[in-house]
């Protein structure tokens, strides 16, 4: 699965189950996992020697997980909550009616879009193991990452500036249908406001 190796395949089913007793999860944790997931397999174990690549200083190793779902629109807090009852780096392969998208946990769920079961492949590029695994979390949530920032600071800012987008998108929404002079000039003074905040935020990545 995802052009990986054959070397790092694996074919173990996890028991949904099994998580939940390992976890003592309530019964109303377990109802909304089992809304959302048909099937958990582990399908690849990925270490430096599998790879070919040195070791790294923090990564070990990780897991990619294929969770079957029933349904497409799911819950992206039960895939949160799955990346972090397992005590392991892992990708999750989203699968439902012959197509995936692949999500990761880093700070907040990442995912790509939906694709054919076949047509997506994860490039493994860095000089470490290290590297290795923060080069799959940018491919997967498609992070740009501006000089003086981390990964972690890069995806803040992503975030920061979605959320300005889809706020000034609905004040404009807003402005466009008032029909009171007095409200709609302090909607628009709000939106002026947010551009001012998303312009600031690009002056100071340069």
């Known amino acids: 699965m995802l052009g990986l190796p054959k070397s790092t ?17 309530n019964t109303a ?9 048909s099937r958990i397999t582990i399908v690849n174990e990925v270490t430096p020697d599998k790879i070919n690549v040195s070791k790294g200083q923090v990564i070990e190793s990780f897991f990619v997980m294929n969770v079957t779902l029933k349904k497409k629109d799911f819950d992206e807090k039960n895939m949160i909550t799955l990346s972090k009852l397992i005590p392991q780096k892992m990708l999750l392969v989203l699968e439902f009616n012959g197509m995936i998208k692949v999500a990761i946990f880093h700070t907040k769920l990442l995912q790509t879009d939906w694709k054919a079961v076949d047509s997506y492949n994860i490039e493994l590029r860095g000089l470490n193991f290290d590297k290795v695994w923060e080069n799959i979390i940018i491919q997967i949530g498609d992070v740009t990452i501006e000089q003086g920032n981390t990964l972690e600071q890069q995806i803040a800012s992503d975030e920061r500036k979605q959320k300005l987008s889809k706020e000034m998108e609905r004040l404009e929404k807003m402005a466009r249908n008032e029909k009171q002079p007095k409200k709609k000039f302090e909607t628009v003074q709000k939106i002026n406001k947010l551009k001012n905040d998303l312009e600031g935020l690009d002056v100071r990545k340069q």
């Open 9 to 25: 395949e694996l074919n173990k089913q996890l028991p949904k189950k099994a998580i939940y007793a390992k976890f003592q999860m």
């Open 29 to 37: 944790a377990k109802e909304k996992i089992d809304s959302d997931i």
